[in-house]
Structure formats: C-alpha cells, structure tokens
C-alpha cells in the first residue's frame, strides 16, 4: 500500500507564496508513483488537476497556475513539491497528493490517479 503524506498548507494574503510537500511511502514503487501529481477542491467544487510531474520529468499543468506554481519532484526521496506563488482568493482550496502509474491520459483528471494524501488546506484572504 503507498501512503501519500502532505505538508505545508496554511493561511497567506494574496500575492503570497507558500510550498507544499508530499512523501510518499509504504510500498511505493518507481512505476506506483510514476506520476505524481498536485489535485485541489473548493468547497462545492469538484476536484480538480493543479500539476503534475513523471518521473522522466514530464510537467503539466493547469492553465490557471501555468506562470505562477512550479511542481518539482525528487525520484530519490520519492517527494513532489508544488512552490506557488502570486497566490489569489480562487486558489483557495484543499490541495491532495496523488500518485499513479503511467497511462494516466493527456488531461489532468483525478480518475487515473490510485493513490491519494489525506490534504492539506490552502487558504489565501484578498
């Protein structure tokens, strides 16, 4: 079983920056986490495609982040991390860690995804 843990959520005025985290481990292998990939979800809203990174280091992302967040990952450290900045009131949002092996499509849509953190909430005040 591949357990996702986040870290690094909080509370920032708009046009602050904050970075997230996520580990992965348990049984996490090289194609279990091929992708690794940032989701986030709004109260109402459904979840939603923010970044994601292969481990070749394919990167796509959302055009609403595109210029602002940047994804990173460590293959050694099986770790992701999403830097964004320029934050605005709409990326409000509770942020999940996902990971999936390869195949997960063109568009960033959760479904591929098999292996989900527990979130971490982002809250940016105008």
């Known amino acids: 079983q591949v357990q996702l843990l986040e870290s690094g959520g909080g509370s920032v005025q708009a046009g602050g920056a904050l970075s997230l985290s996520c580990v992965a481990s348990?049984?996490?292998?090289?194609?279990?986490?091929?992708?690794m990939a940032w989701f986030r979800q709004a109260p109402g809203k459904e979840r939603a495609g923010v970044a994601r990174?292969?481990?070749?280091?394919?990167?796509l992302y959302a055009d609403s982040v595109k210029g602002r967040f940047v994804i990173s990952r460590d293959n050694a450290k099986n770790t992701v991390v999403l830097k964004m900045n320029n934050l605005k009131p709409e990326d409000t949002a509770m942020y999940y860690c996902?990971?999936?092996?390869?195949?997960?499509?063109?568009?960033?849509?959760?479904?591929?995804?098999?292996?989900w953190g527990q979130g971490t909430q982002v809250t940016v005040s105008a």
């Open positions: 996902a990971a999936a092996p390869p195949g997960v499509g063109a568009a960033l849509a959760p479904s591929p995804y098999r292996h």
């Open positions: 348990g049984s996490a292998n090289d194609i279990d986490i091929y992708w």
């Open positions: 990174a292969s481990r070749a280091g394919y990167i």
